[in-house]
């Protein structure tokens, strides 16, 4: 198909959908590819809400051929992710509202301590963390699933404890995740890769 019309991105639940609009396009169609991302073509001018609606109504059928694809294997082992100017304005909002509490939860929960979390658009990684306990989250946290999410802040809160890669800090962000599986949920994490476009 030619050039979007239109493009923007939809999560859910740990789901991102590419949205597109097509001039020749006359009804909303799912396509989940083979690296398992998914996308919604649908005509000029359809609401974002009626797309979100759609998504909503075949979440069960996206996820089941997501599933399809990930127990294939696969050619690239990657998720790529192209987010425009206002899907960084929506996952700013989002991270604004969901970043901060959560920290503090986990920061409660382990009995840690941080001077502020601050949300950026850095696409280069998913946060960083000072020698004063200043964590920084990058808003494209808010594309990952609520595990992975967590993996990305207690891996800042460990920092409040070891600052360098140590297998001491990883020993000590093992311990903070509720699995202790740091290994897997990085692997998991690696496939993620973000492009801004405009
Ligand atoms: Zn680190």
Redesign the pocket.
């Known amino acids: 198909m030619r050039t979007p019309l239109k493009r923007y991105i939809l999560t859910h639940e740990g789901l991102t959908i590419s949205v597109k609009e097509y001039r020749a396009s006359r009804s909303m169609k799912l396509i989940v590819h083979e690296d398992c991302t998914v996308t919604l073509t649908c005509p000029p001018r359809t609401a974002k809400m009626q797309a979100a609606n759609y998504i909503l109504g075949n979440v069960d059928w996206i996820r089941k051929a997501v599933q399809r694809f990930s127990n294939r294997p696969r050619r690239a082992d990657r998720s790529d992710i192209e987010v425009s100017p206002t899907d960084i304005l929506d996952l700013r909002r989002k991270a604004a509202n969901y970043i901060p509490q959560r920290m503090q939860q986990l920061a409660a929960a382990n009995g840690l301590h941080f001077e502020g979390v601050t949300i950026t658009t850095t696409t280069s990684k998913w ?3 000072n020698t004063r306990g200043q964590i920084r989250i990058s808003c494209f946290v808010m594309i990952l699933t609520e595990e992975l999410i967590d993996l990305v802040l207690l ?2 809160l ?2 409040t404890l070891v600052m360098n ?1 140590s297998p001491k ?1 990883h020993a000590t962000l093992n311990a903070l995740l509720p699995m202790h599986n740091e290994k897997a949920l990085n692997r998991q994490l690696k496939q993620y890769h973000i492009t801004k476009t405009k």
């Open positions: 946060g960083s963390c891996h800042e460990a920092h890669h800090f």
